[in-house]
């Protein structure tokens, strides 16, 4: 499978500043995600970042609180905006293996980003 | 409303024993069901599956689909500690691009 890493691996913030966490894969493809998991909670899609398009955001997330960019087919960022407690989770880049068939795909995750928020 | 729904919520067991941790779903365009192992931060990816009634199998563990009762089953044999974490099952679904919906987790706890 793809190597997926990500960076940073975690960070403490101040309430109301931003962070952008970076999202690297060793080969192209077509398809990269953003998830979130608060404490104790199962993992959420944020939205699908797009080479070369906006994000696709799900339900009850939105561009100006969590900009994604795309640049190329093996990078991506997220940035969480505006900061506050609410905010504190893990988020994890996600793939399509790429070598998948008929449209059955296996999904991998990067390492994750620890965000506390004070 | 798409929903996923894992049991039990958490289990503690001793080392060497067989356990089996349940997933069911209800969603509209069921394309596969994906279980994950997760220790630390990052899910680690164990199984695919797609159709009903084929067994996958790494190792100690085995998994099965049941897409007439929606149902998944994630078996783990002679337990270790090592198998101690929190076992995601998630469904992806047709026409959703890669988004995939999880259930809460089963949180597993091997002791020694």
């Known amino acids: 499978s793809a190597v997926i890493s990500q960076k940073p691996s975690r960070d403490i913030c101040q309430r109301g500043t931003s962070l952008t966490i970076q999202c690297q894969v060793d080969s192209q493809v077509t398809m990269m995600f953003w998830y979130r998991q608060q404490p104790g909670q199962s993992l959420t899609l944020i939205a699908t970042?797009?080479?070369?398009?906006?994000?696709?955001?799900e339900s009850g997330f939105v561009i100006d609180k969590f900009p994604i960019s795309r640049p190329n087919l093996t990078f991506s960022t997220l940035t969480v905006s505006n900061m506050s407690p609410e905010d504190s989770s893990i988020y994890l880049c996600s793939l399509r293996d790429p070598r998948g068939g008929g449209g059955y795909n296996e999904q991998f995750f990067g390492p994750g980003t620890r965000l506390t928020v004070l | 409303e798409d929903k996923v729904v894992q049991s039990p919520l958490s289990l503690v067991v001793h080392e060497g024993d067989t356990v089996t941790l349940n997933c069911s779903y209800e969603v509209t365009n069921f394309r596969s069901l994906l279980w994950y192992k997760q220790e630390k931060k990052a899910p680690t990816f164990l199984f695919m599956l797609?159709?009903?009634?084929i067994e996958k199998k790494s190792g100690r563990l085995s998994s099965i689909l049941d897409k007439k009762e929606l149902f998944s089953i994630l078996n783990i044999t002679a337990t270790q500690t090592g198998d101690s974490a929190i076992y995601l099952c998630a469904v992806a679904l047709y026409n959703q691009g890669g988004k995939l919906i999880f259930g809460q987790g089963t949180e597993l706890s091997v002791k020694p």
């Open positions: 970042a797009n080479q070369g398009s906006e994000a696709t955001y």
């Open positions: 797609t159709s009903s009634g």
